[in-house]
């Protein structure tokens, strides 16, 4: 990632692109141990389904809301399908390729690997019940797409709201500078020291939310929330554009303000949660992964550049609504720090 930003030379760029690609080796990664270069024809399509997955998701949310509209057939529905298939198909690749492959004495260091382990344990006291080869393709394609997109499109809105602000990017530079140095590359325990760059993060992530309305749920039974009567069966959603906008809220919700995140002795106020991972039982799984994903590209991203707005390009971008909240077409310059 570092290299592909360096090779912009202080020109003017598109970033998404890169970022996706960066995070989508980093799922890989951990779902098959493998890196892809950022050109492989097969990395580059499933790239492009799981983005086409999440579009049309976004459309489809509507059908899939009211159940009438939801049985009925319609192209987008197919188009989903489709790219749901290749995802599928390139996944159950490298599954087989795992299995014949796969030597029970063998240190399993990603989770493919670990679950086909399960797999062969299957039946003895170790080996779980639930492991066998739907959950593993199930886990696996949950992993590739809910991990994927939400962390792409977070870092996007990053770097253009650190762009669109040169006085908040100043401040976590400065942090760096004065926490991790420039000698050495940021690790995820440095945040317990950079209250700015957290309480910078949090804010990024209120004022752009990833996900504008959250997961719906179905109510298993009649109940009250917030006063009003839901009954069984019935779809709950919340708002998340709302609640990150509110003036009942937060003060002043359309000014980039990093410390409202920050407490009066200048740490980061952990207690005032926008709830961008949502709450309680259902609460996101991947927040943890997400977090340290995101605190580690930024850093080592801010760590070695300076980005600003090329002429042109917004500071209040438009978004394109899909099941996740993306920035439209940007520009920036990436200049490196000296
Ligand atoms: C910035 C990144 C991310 C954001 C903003 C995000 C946000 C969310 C939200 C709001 C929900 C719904 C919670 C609710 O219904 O109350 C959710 C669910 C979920 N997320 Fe994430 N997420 C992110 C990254 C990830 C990652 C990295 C993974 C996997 C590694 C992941 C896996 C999931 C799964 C499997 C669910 C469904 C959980 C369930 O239904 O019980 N997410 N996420």
Redesign the pocket.
């Known amino acids: 990632m570092l290299a592909e930003f360096e090779k912009t030379n202080g020109q003017s760029f598109d970033p998404r692109d890169l970022i996706h690609k960066t995070i989508g080796n980093v799922v890989m990664k951990i779902l098959t141990g493998v890196t892809y270069d950022y050109d492989d024809l097969e990395f580059s399509r499933v790239m492009t389904n799981t983005v086409r997955v999440f579009t049309l998701l976004g459309e489809a949310g509507i059908l899939a809301s009211i159940p009438a509209l939801a049985a009925i057939p319609s192209p987008t529905k197919w188009k989903i399908i489709k790219a749901w298939e290749e995802i599928y198909g390139f996944l159950k690749e490298i599954i087989e390729r795992r299995k014949a492959r796969f030597d029970t004495n063998q240190k399993a260091t990603d989770f493919m690997g670990s679950f086909v382990k399960a797999m062969c344990a299957k039946g003895t006291e170790i080996g779980p019940a639930s492991c066998d080869e739907i959950n593993l393709m199930v886990s696996s394609f ?2 590739l797409l ?2 994927w997109d ?2 792409s499109t ?1 870092l996007a809105w990053g770097l253009h709201t650190l762009a669109s602000y040169p006085e908040a990017q100043r401040r976590v530079h400065q942090e760096i500078k004065d926490v991790i140095g420039l000698d050495r590359l940021p690790q995820f325990s440095d945040h317990h020291s950079m209250p700015v760059t957290m309480a910078t993060i949090a804010e990024c992530m209120r004022f752009r939310p ?2 504008a309305v ?2 719906p ?1 179905v109510a298993t039974q009649d109940c009250k929330i917030g006063g009003y009567d839901i009954p069984k069966g019935g779809q709950i959603t ?1 708002n998340m554009w709302y609640l990150a906008q509110s003036p009942n809220i937060w003060k002043e919700p359309q000014e980039f303000k990093p410390d409202r995140f920050l407490n009066e002795d200048g740490e980061f106020d952990r207690k005032i949660d926008p709830l ?5 039982r ?6 943890p ?2 977090r340290t994903e ?1 605190f580690l590209c930024l850093t080592y991203l801010l760590q070695r550049f300076t980005f600003s707005l090329s002429e042109g390009t917004l500071k209040n971008l438009p978004t394109h609504f899909s099941l996740t909240n993306q920035p439209k077409a940007y520009q920036i310059h990436a200049v490196k720090i000296a």
């Open positions: 949950d992993l809910a991990g939400t962390i977070t990833t996900l959250h997961i749920h919340l961008s991972f949502g709450t309680g259902r609460v996101c799984p991947g927040e992964l997400a995101i």
